[in-house]
Protein backbone atom coordinates (compact mmCIF):
# COMPACT_ATOMS: atom_id res chain seq x y z
CA UNK A 1 0.00 0.00 0.00
CA UNK A 2 1.78 3.07 -1.10
CA UNK A 3 0.97 6.37 0.84
CA UNK A 4 1.45 9.89 1.05
CA UNK A 5 1.64 12.77 3.47
CA UNK A 6 0.32 16.36 2.64
CA UNK A 7 1.56 18.97 5.34
CA UNK A 8 5.23 18.36 7.35
CA UNK A 9 3.53 20.05 10.40
CA UNK A 10 4.49 18.81 14.40
CA UNK A 11 2.46 15.57 13.83
CA UNK A 12 4.83 14.49 10.44
CA UNK A 13 7.33 13.01 12.74
CA UNK A 14 4.80 10.62 14.24
CA UNK A 15 2.81 9.68 11.41
CA UNK A 16 5.69 8.81 9.79
CA UNK A 17 7.35 6.56 12.36
CA UNK A 18 3.69 4.82 12.45
CA UNK A 19 3.65 4.43 9.13
CA UNK A 20 7.47 2.75 9.00
CA UNK A 21 6.00 0.53 11.72
CA UNK A 22 3.09 -1.21 9.60
CA UNK A 23 4.15 -3.61 7.17
CA UNK A 24 1.16 -3.14 4.89
CA UNK A 25 2.87 0.89 4.18
CA UNK A 26 5.65 -0.33 1.42
CA UNK A 27 6.25 3.21 -0.23
CA UNK A 28 5.84 6.91 1.80
CA UNK A 29 5.79 10.10 -0.20
CA UNK A 30 6.26 13.81 1.38
CA UNK A 31 4.82 16.74 -0.09
CA UNK A 32 4.89 20.39 1.53
CA UNK A 33 5.23 23.84 -0.23
CA UNK A 34 7.84 25.49 2.45
CA UNK A 35 10.97 25.45 0.80
CA UNK A 36 12.89 24.47 3.59
CA UNK A 37 10.72 21.59 4.19
CA UNK A 38 11.48 20.45 0.68
CA UNK A 39 15.45 20.95 1.21
CA UNK A 40 15.39 18.84 4.30
CA UNK A 41 13.21 16.42 3.35
CA UNK A 42 13.40 16.31 -0.59
CA UNK A 43 9.73 16.12 -1.02
CA UNK A 44 7.26 17.09 -3.68
CA UNK A 45 5.93 20.79 -3.45
CA UNK A 46 2.48 20.34 -5.59
CA UNK A 47 -0.07 17.88 -3.73
CA UNK A 48 -1.18 17.47 -7.50
CA UNK A 49 1.90 15.38 -8.63
CA UNK A 50 1.27 12.65 -5.84
CA UNK A 51 2.21 9.31 -7.37
CA UNK A 52 0.44 7.06 -3.69
CA UNK A 53 -3.34 6.41 -4.08
CA UNK A 54 -3.66 6.83 -0.09
CA UNK A 55 -3.28 10.61 0.47
CA UNK A 56 -2.92 11.68 4.14
CA UNK A 57 -4.05 15.67 4.46
CA UNK A 58 -2.36 17.06 7.47
CA UNK A 59 -2.84 20.75 6.59
CA UNK A 60 -4.66 23.53 7.88
CA UNK A 61 -8.62 22.68 8.14
CA UNK A 62 -8.87 25.88 6.26
CA UNK A 63 -7.86 24.27 3.18
CA UNK A 64 -9.01 20.35 3.50
CA UNK A 65 -11.95 21.23 1.64
CA UNK A 66 -10.15 22.30 -1.81
CA UNK A 67 -7.88 19.90 -1.54
CA UNK A 68 -9.88 17.00 -0.73
CA UNK A 69 -11.90 17.93 -4.36
CA UNK A 70 -8.81 18.39 -6.31
CA UNK A 71 -7.66 14.73 -4.51
CA UNK A 72 -10.78 12.76 -4.93
CA UNK A 73 -11.42 13.71 -8.80
CA UNK A 74 -7.64 12.45 -9.36
CA UNK A 75 -9.30 9.12 -7.89
CA UNK A 76 -7.36 9.36 -4.64
CA UNK A 77 -8.69 7.82 -1.29
CA UNK A 78 -7.83 10.49 1.67
CA UNK A 79 -6.94 9.93 5.29
CA UNK A 80 -8.04 13.42 6.63
CA UNK A 81 -6.93 15.11 10.22
CA UNK A 82 -9.51 16.73 12.10
CA UNK A 83 -11.24 18.75 11.89
CA UNK A 84 -12.19 17.86 8.43
CA UNK A 85 -13.36 21.19 8.00
CA UNK A 86 -14.29 24.82 9.63
CA UNK A 87 -18.10 25.15 9.34
CA UNK A 88 -21.72 23.53 8.48
CA UNK A 89 -21.52 24.74 5.18
CA UNK A 90 -18.39 23.58 3.82
CA UNK A 91 -19.46 20.28 5.83
CA UNK A 92 -22.00 20.00 3.39
CA UNK A 93 -20.09 20.69 0.65
CA UNK A 94 -18.10 18.12 1.47
CA UNK A 95 -20.66 15.54 2.14
CA UNK A 96 -21.50 15.62 -1.40
CA UNK A 97 -18.30 14.44 -2.50
CA UNK A 98 -16.77 11.74 -0.18
CA UNK A 99 -17.94 8.04 0.22
CA UNK A 100 -16.86 5.03 2.60
CA UNK A 101 -14.86 4.11 -1.02
CA UNK A 102 -12.35 7.44 -0.74
CA UNK A 103 -12.56 8.80 2.93
CA UNK A 104 -11.43 8.01 5.87
CA UNK A 105 -11.11 10.55 8.88
CA UNK A 106 -7.64 10.72 11.14
CA UNK A 107 -9.24 11.20 14.70
CA UNK A 108 -5.89 10.37 16.61
CA UNK A 109 -6.60 10.84 19.86
CA UNK A 110 -8.89 8.64 20.11
CA UNK A 111 -6.44 5.46 19.93
CA UNK A 112 -4.68 6.43 23.01
CA UNK A 113 -3.12 3.89 25.15
CA UNK A 114 -5.63 4.82 27.92
CA UNK A 115 -8.29 4.60 25.83
CA UNK A 116 -7.93 1.32 24.56
CA UNK A 117 -7.34 -0.11 27.88
CA UNK A 118 -10.25 1.80 28.89
CA UNK A 119 -12.25 0.07 25.98
CA UNK A 120 -10.54 -3.61 27.01
CA UNK A 121 -11.31 -3.37 30.53
CA UNK A 122 -13.99 -1.60 31.98
CA UNK A 123 -16.52 0.19 29.87
CA UNK A 124 -19.02 0.93 32.28
CA UNK A 125 -20.87 4.62 31.58
CA UNK A 126 -20.24 7.80 33.68
CA UNK A 127 -22.44 10.23 35.57
CA UNK A 128 -21.15 12.81 33.36
CA UNK A 129 -17.43 13.79 31.76
CA UNK A 130 -15.22 16.63 31.85
CA UNK A 131 -11.97 17.03 29.84
CA UNK A 132 -9.10 19.29 30.13
CA UNK A 133 -6.59 20.29 27.56
CA UNK A 134 -4.05 23.03 27.78
CA UNK A 135 -1.29 24.07 25.14
CA UNK A 136 1.08 27.16 24.78
CA UNK A 137 -0.03 28.61 22.31
CA UNK A 138 -0.32 32.33 23.42
CA UNK A 139 2.21 35.00 23.70
CA UNK A 140 1.56 38.74 24.67
CA UNK A 141 -1.74 38.26 24.94
CA UNK A 142 -2.21 36.97 21.49
CA UNK A 143 -2.42 33.82 19.71
CA UNK A 144 1.12 33.29 18.13
CA UNK A 145 1.47 32.97 14.38
CA UNK A 146 2.18 29.12 13.85
CA UNK A 147 -1.26 28.22 15.63
CA UNK A 148 -2.99 30.59 13.67
CA UNK A 149 -3.85 27.83 11.11
CA UNK A 150 -5.55 25.55 13.60
CA UNK A 151 -8.57 28.32 13.65
CA UNK A 152 -8.67 28.43 17.96
CA UNK A 153 -8.92 26.45 20.76
CA UNK A 154 -12.48 25.37 20.22
CA UNK A 155 -12.33 24.01 16.14
CA UNK A 156 -8.86 22.57 16.97
CA UNK A 157 -9.07 20.96 20.21
CA UNK A 158 -12.73 19.68 21.05
CA UNK A 159 -12.49 17.14 18.57
CA UNK A 160 -9.80 15.36 20.01
CA UNK A 161 -11.19 14.52 23.52
CA UNK A 162 -14.72 14.19 22.15
CA UNK A 163 -13.51 11.74 18.97
CA UNK A 164 -12.32 9.71 22.40
CA UNK A 165 -15.47 9.91 24.36
CA UNK A 166 -17.61 8.95 21.83
CA UNK A 167 -15.51 5.82 20.70
CA UNK A 168 -15.81 4.76 24.49
CA UNK A 169 -19.34 5.35 24.70
CA UNK A 170 -21.49 5.81 21.57
CA UNK A 171 -22.21 7.96 19.01
CA UNK A 172 -25.57 9.53 20.10
CA UNK A 173 -24.07 12.74 20.32
CA UNK A 174 -25.89 16.39 20.54
CA UNK A 175 -23.84 20.15 21.01
CA UNK A 176 -25.10 22.10 23.78
CA UNK A 177 -23.52 24.45 24.16
CA UNK A 178 -20.41 27.02 23.79
CA UNK A 179 -18.39 29.89 25.89
CA UNK A 180 -15.12 31.51 24.06
CA UNK A 181 -12.84 33.74 24.81
CA UNK A 182 -10.51 36.11 22.27
CA UNK A 183 -7.92 38.43 23.13
CA UNK A 184 -8.22 42.08 21.47
CA UNK A 185 -7.61 41.75 17.75
CA UNK A 186 -7.51 38.05 17.33
CA UNK A 187 -9.73 36.32 15.08
CA UNK A 188 -9.70 33.12 17.19
CA UNK A 189 -10.39 32.14 20.53
CA UNK A 190 -7.84 31.20 23.01
CA UNK A 191 -10.76 29.71 25.22
CA UNK A 192 -13.63 27.50 24.84
CA UNK A 193 -15.85 25.39 27.55
CA UNK A 194 -18.38 23.70 25.40
CA UNK A 195 -20.90 21.12 26.29
CA UNK A 196 -22.31 18.23 24.78
CA UNK A 197 -24.66 14.76 25.92
CA UNK A 198 -23.23 11.80 24.83
CA UNK A 199 -25.72 8.76 24.83
CA UNK A 200 -27.15 10.66 28.00
CA UNK A 201 -24.17 11.89 29.39
CA UNK A 202 -23.43 15.27 30.12
CA UNK A 203 -19.66 16.33 28.71
CA UNK A 204 -18.16 19.51 29.75
CA UNK A 205 -14.54 20.04 27.27
CA UNK A 206 -12.52 23.18 28.07
CA UNK A 207 -9.82 24.31 26.52
CA UNK A 208 -7.00 27.15 27.51
CA UNK A 209 -4.34 28.01 25.19
CA UNK A 210 -2.18 30.30 27.18
CA UNK A 211 -0.81 27.71 29.76
CA UNK A 212 2.71 26.97 29.68
CA UNK A 213 2.15 22.89 30.44
CA UNK A 214 0.28 21.05 28.18
CA UNK A 215 -2.50 18.64 30.28
CA UNK A 216 -4.73 16.61 28.00
CA UNK A 217 -7.34 14.41 29.72
CA UNK A 218 -10.58 13.10 30.36
CA UNK A 219 -12.14 12.69 33.69
CA UNK A 220 -15.02 9.93 34.07
CA UNK A 221 -17.48 10.84 37.06
CA UNK A 222 -18.52 7.39 39.16
CA UNK A 223 -20.96 7.84 42.33
CA UNK A 224 -17.92 5.57 44.15
CA UNK A 225 -14.76 7.42 42.27
CA UNK A 226 -13.71 9.44 39.61
CA UNK A 227 -11.12 7.91 36.98
CA UNK A 228 -8.57 9.88 34.59
CA UNK A 229 -8.08 9.01 31.24
CA UNK A 230 -4.86 11.21 31.03
CA UNK A 231 -3.76 11.15 27.40
CA UNK A 232 -0.57 12.96 27.76
CA UNK A 233 0.91 10.32 30.42
CA UNK A 234 -0.71 7.82 29.14
CA UNK A 235 -2.68 6.49 32.01
CA UNK A 236 -5.73 5.57 33.30
CA UNK A 237 -5.96 6.83 37.24
CA UNK A 238 -8.33 6.51 39.98
CA UNK A 239 -8.39 10.14 41.36
CA UNK A 240 -10.18 9.20 44.44
CA UNK A 241 -7.85 6.31 45.70
CA UNK A 242 -4.73 7.42 43.86
CA UNK A 243 -4.13 4.05 42.27
CA UNK A 244 -2.39 3.83 38.71
CA UNK A 245 -4.71 1.26 36.80
CA UNK A 246 -2.55 1.36 33.70
CA UNK A 247 0.57 3.03 32.48
CA UNK A 248 1.25 3.29 28.48
CA UNK A 249 4.48 3.03 27.05
CA UNK A 250 7.03 4.57 24.30
CA UNK A 251 5.88 7.45 22.45
CA UNK A 252 2.13 9.02 22.60
CA UNK A 253 1.31 10.02 19.44
CA UNK A 254 3.28 7.50 17.64
CA UNK A 255 1.11 5.08 19.60
CA UNK A 256 -2.51 7.20 18.52
CA UNK A 257 -0.99 7.07 14.78
CA UNK A 258 -0.63 3.08 15.17
CA UNK A 259 -3.97 2.46 16.61
CA UNK A 260 -5.18 5.26 13.52
CA UNK A 261 -3.73 3.90 10.80
CA UNK A 262 -4.34 -0.34 11.48
CA UNK A 263 -8.07 1.16 12.07
CA UNK A 264 -7.74 2.53 8.22
CA UNK A 265 -6.29 -0.83 6.90
CA UNK A 266 -8.89 -3.25 8.90
CA UNK A 267 -12.25 -0.77 8.59
CA UNK A 268 -11.07 1.13 5.17
CA UNK A 269 -13.46 4.50 5.68
CA UNK A 270 -15.10 5.58 9.14
CA UNK A 271 -17.15 8.18 7.28
CA UNK A 272 -20.94 7.87 9.09
CA UNK A 273 -19.14 8.24 12.68
CA UNK A 274 -17.14 11.41 11.26
CA UNK A 275 -19.92 13.48 10.06
CA UNK A 276 -21.72 12.94 12.53
CA UNK A 277 -19.30 14.06 14.99
CA UNK A 278 -18.00 16.83 12.86
CA UNK A 279 -21.85 18.14 12.27
CA UNK A 280 -22.43 18.24 16.43
CA UNK A 281 -19.15 19.63 16.94
CA UNK A 282 -19.34 22.33 13.83
CA UNK A 283 -23.26 23.74 15.18
CA UNK A 284 -20.64 25.67 17.95
CA UNK A 285 -18.66 27.71 14.83
CA UNK A 286 -20.24 30.73 13.51
CA UNK A 287 -19.43 30.47 9.42
CA UNK A 288 -17.53 34.26 9.96
CA UNK A 289 -15.32 32.47 12.53
Known sequence: MNVAIVGLGHAF????????????????????????????????????????????????????LEMVKNLIVQGKKVVLEKPIVINLKE???????????????SLHFAYGLEIEYFLKFRRNA??????????SYVKDEHII?????????YLDEVINPLS??????????????????????DKYDYYSKSLFEVNEIPVEVEVL??????????????????????????????????????????DRMTNHY??????????????????KLHEELLKGVKCED
Open 13 to 64: EKQYNSLKKIAEFENIELCDKDEDKILEYGCNSDYLKLEADNVIVATSPKVH
Open 145 to 153: DKALGLCGS
Open 126 to 135: PKKIKAFISD
Open 209 to 250: WNEEASQKYIDLYYESCVIRLDSMNQKVINLTSGEVLFEGEE
Open 91 to 105: LSELRKIITKDNYYN
Open 164 to 185: AIVRLFGYDISFKDVEKKYYDG
Open 258 to 275: IGVFNDYINNGSNIEKSL
